[in-house]
């Protein structure tokens, strides 16, 4: 048994807790959260407490040099009784290459796991059970020493919060080429999963959207030539008949997704290319008819299709294919995360069950004392 505390508080919070119809995205929070501090390199034992706003230092390392690095992965349960998470190990281990990146103690596997199965073992019943949804998971890290100089905190705290929803966006999107800015630079932090990546792609995301587009297309950040990604999905293009898609760089996000999609694609016959792929390329392939089709992944958005990629000038470059192929690795991915299929690859792991039978095992607890 792990040896993590509960504050008896959160039974009530969560017997008492009424899950919203509308669910959305990340909107909705369980009552509980996970929180692990690690001190001079020193994990200290784990707590569940009430979801509640958390004391900072206001000089903490966090609020002014964003030592940050956080996770999404989601936990499942539609297809069986107990919850499953999807590859988390990968999460642990991503999670670790940010944290060195930013200077920060890698969570160890024993402490994420015990931080994501609390919550999702105490969350069980908030689980929304419809396919396509599912309880996504939020763990992160923080620098929390309180000094305004520029050095590594001496003190993190590890938490996990978590919020049942739907897939973040479902339907076709539509792409703008970001042609003027950068979201990463190279030996930069493009490839840690890291708040300023974010903070640095917010305002390309804004006019994107103020401009009737989904999301922006990054390209890499010194020739502005290839594509990379999207600001949290990683992309696929059908050419040829081959699923191609950008080769990992420093500068951009190895999404789980990805690494998950381009496996099963193989499994199911498919020839899948990693590659350089220039912009003018493959928009010359959408014109010519070579690239039939285009979709993006990641936790949040599963599989999702891209209909449009328009140029800075809005010159758009439209899908003939939308939703062909990417359907069909969308249901085949999910069948395997909600266990509706085989699993060939060892990708599920099911909740413990001595994370499954905490509630229980505090309402025996109560009712004995
Ligand atoms: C920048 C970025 N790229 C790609 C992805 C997809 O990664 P994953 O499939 O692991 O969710 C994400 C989401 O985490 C992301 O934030």
Redesign the pocket.
Known sequence: MSNFSIDPVVFDALASFKTPEQLGFGRVKSPVMYRANCIDGEWQAGEVGLYAPISVDPAAKVLHYAQEVFE?LKAYRVGERKPNFFRPLK?QQ?MAFSARRMVMPEVPPEVFMEGISAITGLSKDLIPVKSGESLYLRPFLIGMTGELGMAPSSEYAFLVIASPSQAYHAGHMKVLIEREGCRAAVGGTGAA?TGG??AAATLSAKRTQARGYHQSLWLDPVKRENVE??????LFALIDGELHTPELTPT??E????DSVIDLAKHLGHQVVERTIPIEELLQDIRSGRCTEVFA????AIISPVSVIADADDTAYELPQVDDLAATLRSRLLDIQERRSEDPFGWVVELEDEYYNLAETNAGAAEAS
Not at 229 to 234: A, D, Q, T, Y
């Open positions: 999404g999460n991503r999963k990546n974010y990604e999207l600001s949290g999905m990683n951009f996000l999404g789980i997704t990805r992944c990641g936790t949040a």
